[in-house]
């Protein structure tokens, strides 16, 4: 991954940007301030004026630029080859990044690789063109032999050799002080805690013990949650046999149990549903159950979600970022799906009684769903050159109650022309 992030894409995008006019400069520095990531994602340098100021910029930030910044920011900026070069090299960073691959991807990734090295040399000269360009054309061979890079990437390793690099000690007892305050890091997260081995119930590190899950809960929960992950990405990103049915179940619960949801603070309890909202709420359960059911008159509110260990945020959230995500729909009268991108008002949790009787004692249970407002297209088709939609500040009037276990990523705006916008993923 330092061949390609280190290598070719610092290389690329130093020189693109050399080439900006003072003027381009700034619409390039306006760009990247103006796209909104959420903060699990990192940051980059405010200004991209002086070089000086990114040299030190790590795999990861040039990762995130590949995959986030660096299509929409280059948006009409340079020449037409020199872009078409940018949008293949982070198609290239796209597909390696990817955390499942089959024999097509790398078919794929071959022949991008060889595409966009001719397109390179014919933009900028054989003489810019090093080492890291041939050794680059290798990758596929690792990827058939190893399998996927995020099997076998430092990422994890350097992260975490930067967390304890910046835990300062007085030098003596190091490692219990490194210990100690691994446990003080941890404890702060309490979305999930592990059960504790009965020996360590009276000990004095029992709260730490509980959320570090030292009964390799850690691990079976991570576990669970990269094949969970993978299951539902690759379910929701191919078109199923009945697209239709197939969401049906998703957005009643039934065949999705598995899919952990985690709404997360700030909340608010107990809010009176009005009247409009009611009615589109009635009119959502009708089209997922196949029974009536009862609805209550007031919702729980939360501005943050968590679904296989991605968190959402909303507009609900003062700090909001994170709250455009993209999602697929079936198209009216046909079985094709289309990604389409939406911004996060709040999520709801609401009780339920289902009247499959003329009992008195009905079932009840909470359902927990997402209000999103979609965005409306400027084309139908993406961008020739950069591969993105772009989408318009107008909303869709429907489909705004969606189940949260349809969302398929985290999505960046970023402002081309008035009131219009290229929409780039965030990647996982």
């Known amino acids: ?136 054309l290798h990758i596929p061979e690792v990827i058939a032999d190893y399998g996927p890079p995020q099997v076998y990437w430092c990422f994890f390793y350097e992260r975490m050799n930067g967390m304890l690099s910046d835990i300062s000690c007085n030098n003596r007892n190091i490692e219990l002080q490194i210990l100690n305050r691994i446990f003080q890091r941890f404890t702060l997260d309490d979305e999930y805690l592990g059960t504790v081995p009965q020996e360590c119930e009276d000990d004095s590190y029992t709260k730490a013990l ?96 968590m679904v296989n260990g991605v968190t959402y945020s909303s507009d609900y959230n003062s700090s909001e970022r994170g709250s455009i995500v993209k999602a697929m729909f079936v198209l009216s009268g046909t079985q094709e799906l289309h990604p389409y991108y939406g911004i996060i008002r709040f999520f709801f949790r609401i009780t339920i009684r289902h009247k499959q009787s003329e009992l008195e004692n009905m079932p009840m249970e909470f359902i927990y769903l997402a209000y999103v407002t979609w965005m409306n297209f400027k084309a139908p088709e993406r961008d020739k050159l950069s591969g993105l939609y772009m989408v318009n500040k107008t909303f869709y009037q429907r489909d705004r109650i969606i189940s949260p276990r349809r969302f398929l990523g985290r999505c960046a705006l970023v402002e081309d022309k008035s009131s219009s916008f290229l929409v780039t993923d965030i990647p996982h």
């Open 210 to 305: 509980r959320r570090l899950k030292v009964s390799n809960a850690c691990e079976n929960h991570q576990k669970y949650y990269v094949i969970e992950q993978y299951k539902a990405m690759h379910s929701l990103s191919n078109p199923p046999e009945d697209a239709y049915s197939f969401y049906r179940k998703i957005d009643n619960g039934s065949a999705a149990a598995e899919w952990k949801v985690v709404f997360l603070h700030p909340s608010k309890y107990h809010i009176k549903m009005s009247e409009d909202f009611y009615v589109e709420l009635k009119e959502f359960c009708a089209s997922v159950y196949d029974y009536e059911v009862y609805l209550s008159e007031y919702i729980d509110k939360f501005s943050r979600c």
């Open 1 to 136: 991954m330092h061949i390609m992030l280190l290598g070719m894409v610092c290389n690329e995008i130093k020189l693109c940007i050399s080439n900006l006019t003072k003027s381009q400069l700034t619409l390039f520095n306006s760009r990247i301030k103006n796209i909104t990531v959420p903060y699990d994602v990192g940051c980059l340098p405010s200004d991209w004026n002086d070089q000086s100021d990114f040299n030190g910029m790590t795999a990861q930030q040039w990762k995130n630029f590949a995959l986030i910044y660096a299509r929409p920011c280059f948006s009409g900026l340079l020449p037409q080859n020199a872009y078409k070069s940018i949008c293949l090299l982070c198609e290239i960073v796209e597909l390696i990044t990817k955390p499942v691959f089959n024999d097509d991807d790398n078919l794929k990734l071959y022949r991008l690789l060889h595409e966009h090295h001719k397109m390179f040399e014919t933009v900028y000269g054989k003489w810019q063109v090093s080492v890291n360009y041939h050794m680059a």
